[in-house]
């Protein structure tokens, strides 16, 4: 059982490069979230997603899109990677419920120069 | 306005020392959560709380509701309690709202 599995750990782009930030979870949960953690700010919601094939913008949505194929999956694709998207990464999942818990990738460390 | 607020910020302790790490919260929650994240590191979550009081070993947790505020007890402190304590609310919906974090520091 991995839990929530994110990739790559590391990754740096150039101004306009694009990319995708990979994240699965083995747990069958239906929510999952993509948050970027910056300094000296809380955990900030990109987009998340409350079941299969359903997405939803957060706080801070511009410059990403998500996609959520199927239940275990939710990637986050930055188009064209500006040096405001430099961040710490983390995707999320929640099991609901009596016993709610939430449960984080290792996080994905970008820069973008 | 942030709709949580953690105290502090930062905090050093001597190992064996009692730590408390407060979070006040602002909106209407249906669960309140902390959470660990060691330098470079992962984030895990240490408990969930919805009302009363829950402990897990040295670490304890409590939560007033009629006060929007709750608090992180951590006894007999050791170094490898050096961490990031994060507060997060759930509204019951699909988001949450979360703390800046206390950094916290155990001296040997």
């Known amino acids: 059982n991995a839990g929530v599995t994110q990739t790559p750990k590391f990754q740096v782009l150039k101004t306009g490069q694009s990319m995708t930030l990979q994240c699965a979870q083995d747990m069958n949960h239906n929510s999952m979230y993509w948050y970027r953690q910056d300094p000296g700010m809380g955990l900030r919601l990109i987009y998340y997603s409350a079941s299969e094939g359903t997405t939803d913008k957060g706080e801070v949505p511009n410059g990403y899109n998500v996609s959520r194929l199927n239940k275990r999956e939710f990637s986050l694709r930055l188009e064209s990677a500006a040096p405001s998207q430099t961040s710490v990464y983390f995707c999320?999942?929640?099991?609901?419920?009596?016993?709610?818990?939430?449960?984080f990738g290792s996080g994905t460390q970008l820069s973008v120069l | 306005k942030n709709e949580v607020e953690q105290s502090p910020q930062n905090l050093t302790a001597q190992e064996g020392e009692f730590i408390t790490i407060n979070c006040s919260y602002s909106v209407g929650i249906s669960a309140l959560h902390w959470l660990q994240q060691h330098p470079g590191g992962g984030i895990v979550s240490l408990f969930m709380l919805s009302s009363g009081k829950k402990k897990h070993g040295r670490l304890i947790a409590t939560i007033n509701i009629q006060e929007k505020h709750s608090s992180l007890h951590i006894t007999a402190s050791h170094p490898r309690d050096s961490a990031v304590y994060i507060c997060a609310v759930s509204g019951g919906g699909n988001q949450f709202y979360f703390g800046t974090g206390t950094s916290l520091t155990v001296i040997p």
């Open positions: 999320a999942s929640r099991n609901r419920g009596r016993d709610e818990k939430l449960f």
